[in-house]
């Protein structure tokens, strides 16, 4: 029974998707003021694995909408899921622009002032049970919607 243990306890990490995440995944990212859907201020950070071009975004990435104005992110700790909330709401974008919602994610950021690249750390489960952290530096974008 002893020497069932590991390969059961190895078994259940693989079926629960609760493995050891990927490290540095999404380094890559931008960031954009943008509007939370009851017209207030948002921000929008996007994380993928390759370089994103300013406004070509068919790059398969996460979206995680915050809504709250850049100035509050500064050296700030945010929690969001796949259910949109008053905080926001996390996605996966596919390349051919269809959305699927994501288990959760944790940013850190570090300082956040427009027009210079914002630098953080994140950890993400994906919709899929995977999972990926690391760091990301993210360049601006114009804003987009009201609030940008």
């Not at 008053?86 to 002032?113: C, H, L, M, N, Y």
Request: proline share 7%.
């Amino acid at each position: 029974m002893a020497k069932l243990f590991p390969v059961v306890a190895f078994a259940v990490l693989l079926i629960t998707g609760c493995g050891p995440p990927a490290t540095n995944r999404f380094p890559h990212g931008l960031i954009q003021e943008t509007s939370a859907p009851w017209d207030g201020a948002a921000t929008e950070l996007m994380l993928a694995e390759n370089p994103l071009k300013d406004r070509e975004l068919k790059v398969p990435r996460l979206s995680l909408q915050i809504y709250q104005h850049l100035s509050a992110l500064s050296k700030q700790r945010v929690k969001l899921d796949g259910k949109e909330s008053r905080k926001g709401i996390g996605q996966w974008i596919a390349g051919d622009g269809t959305s699927q919602p994501i288990a959760w994610a944790v940013v850190t950021f570090g300082e956040v002032r427009k027009g210079t690249p914002v630098e953080g750390t994140y950890e993400v489960k994906l919709a899929d049970g995977s999972r990926a952290e690391g760091k990301f530096r993210a360049e601006w974008l114009p804003g987009a919607g009201r609030g940008g």
